[in-house]
């Protein structure tokens, strides 16, 4: 079982950092004024701001940043400010130890998927899936947002989607892992990507080749990540691109095909991923409840 970081409470720090690609301080500038209206305490970053090539920051840099926030207990959470790529250059170079004596929220999604699973398999410490800095444009109230207070001051959270027609119906209980599908096939065969067991597993992914899709499900597959899940939930598969001689099939049946004959409850149309301000927020490594029916299909942690 995993270990709950402490809920949020009024006047609690929260780190805003960037561990993957650039970003300015007037973009994370809403971010601040949300945390601040929620009654927290922002402390922003020195890798906001900091440019080298795509990243923010070198990699030492990053990382550094990283094991500062880590290791402050004074920290009760880190907020990455967005993702793109570099999560995974920084794993190896942060010493997490802190986080197992010291849990706290690191939050993000995408990219960020990386750190989220690595701190799952590595320490045991429950994360949170959700909107980043580069998301937040104003105070206003949506399901993202929402669904992200909710974790952080209350501790669970709820997901309903509609119908599809390719769910395959059932209900599942397990520890709900996953997110970006890039991200997962480029942590195969390490630690950051352990024993998939009786998980629940939900996938999402953006601005990818079709064929690209069936090659990473399908990795998965014969890495043994899919056969004995007790549940697979795809989220939104966003901006998918085709060749001249087309595919075929779309994301959902792309993944449909692969995972078929698995004898496992699939919900398609879960609203998580690179969807905006309809991306919900989940606990990643807690214990959540899946109930897939004719009606749609509901998440509870």
Same mark, same amino acid.
């Given at each position: 079982?995993s270990?709950?970081?402490?809920?949020?409470?009024?006047?609690d720090?929260?780190?805003i950092?960037s561990?993957a690609?650039?970003?300015?301080l007037?973009? =994370?500038?809403?971010?601040?004024?949300l945390?601040a209206s929620?009654?927290l305490?922002p402390?922003v970053?020195?890798?906001?701001?900091k440019?080298?090539n795509?990243?923010a920051?070198t990699?030492?840099?990053?990382?550094?940043?990283? +094991?500062k926030?880590?290791?402050?207990d004074?920290i009760?959470?880190?907020?990455?400010a967005?993702?793109g790529?570099g999560s995974?250059r920084?794993?190896?170079?942060?010493?997490?130890?802190s986080?197992?004596?010291?849990p706290?929220?690191?939050?993000?999604?995408s990219? =960020?998927?990386a750190?989220?699973s690595?701190?799952?398999?590595?320490c045991g410490?429950?994360?949170v899936?959700?909107?980043?800095?580069i998301?937040?444009?104003d105070r +206003?109230h949506?399901?993202a =947002?929402?669904?992200?207070?909710?974790?952080?001051?209350?501790g669970?959270?709820?997901?309903?989607?509609?119908?599809?027609?390719?769910?395959?119906l059932?209900c599942?209980e397990?520890?709900?892992i996953?997110?970006n599908?890039? =991200?997962?096939?480029?942590?195969l065969?390490?630690?950051s990507f352990?024993d998939?067991?009786?998980?629940?597993?939900?996938?999402?992914?953006?601005?990818?080749?079709l064929y690209?899709?069936?090659?990473?499900v399908?990795a998965?597959?014969?890495?043994?990540k899919?056969?004995?899940l007790?549940a697979l939930?795809?989220?939104a598969?966003?901006?998918?691109?085709d060749?001249e001689?087309?595919?075929g099939?779309?994301?959902?049946q792309i993944i449909?095909n692969v995972?078929?004959d698995?004898k496992?409850p699939?919900?398609?149309?879960?609203p998580?991923?690179?969807?905006?301000?309809q991306?919900?927020?989940?606990i990643?490594g807690?214990?959540?409840?899946?109930?897939?029916?004719d009606?749609?299909?509901?998440?509870? +942690?």
């Amino acid at each position: 079982m995993s270990t709950t970081p402490k809920l949020l409470q009024e006047n609690d720090k929260v780190a805003i950092v960037s561990s993957a690609r650039k970003i300015t301080l007037p973009q =994370v500038l809403p971010t601040i004024q949300l945390l601040a209206s929620w009654g927290l305490n922002p402390v922003v970053g020195q890798t906001i701001g900091k440019n080298f090539n795509q990243f923010a920051g070198t990699d030492k840099e990053r990382a550094e940043e990283f +094991q500062k926030m880590l290791d402050d207990d004074s920290i009760k959470a880190i907020f990455c400010a967005r993702g793109g790529y570099g999560s995974a250059r920084i794993l190896d170079l942060v010493d997490f130890s802190s986080l197992k004596k010291n849990p706290k929220w690191i939050i993000g999604y995408s990219d =960020v998927t990386a750190i989220l699973s690595h701190i799952y398999y590595r320490c045991g410490i429950e994360g949170v899936h959700g909107i980043m800095a580069i998301n937040i444009q104003d105070r +206003q109230h949506n399901v993202a =947002v929402d669904s992200l207070k909710q974790i952080l001051f209350e501790g669970k959270n709820t997901i309903n989607a509609d119908y599809h027609f390719l769910n395959t119906l059932g209900c599942a209980e397990g520890e709900l892992i996953g997110g970006n599908l890039s =991200v997962l096939y480029s942590l195969l065969g390490s630690e950051s990507f352990g024993d998939t067991k009786d998980k629940i597993l939900i996938i999402e992914d953006l601005d990818e080749y079709l064929y690209h899709i069936d090659r990473m499900v399908l990795a998965l597959r014969r890495a043994n990540k899919l056969g004995n899940l007790k549940a697979l939930l795809v989220g939104a598969f966003t901006d998918m691109h085709d060749n001249e001689t087309p595919f075929g099939l779309s994301a959902e049946q792309i993944i449909k095909n692969v995972c078929e004959d698995l004898k496992i409850p699939v919900a398609f149309n879960v609203p998580v991923g690179h969807i905006g301000t309809q991306n919900n927020a989940f606990i990643y490594g807690r214990n959540t409840k899946v109930e897939i029916t004719d009606k749609g299909t509901k998440i509870e +942690q």
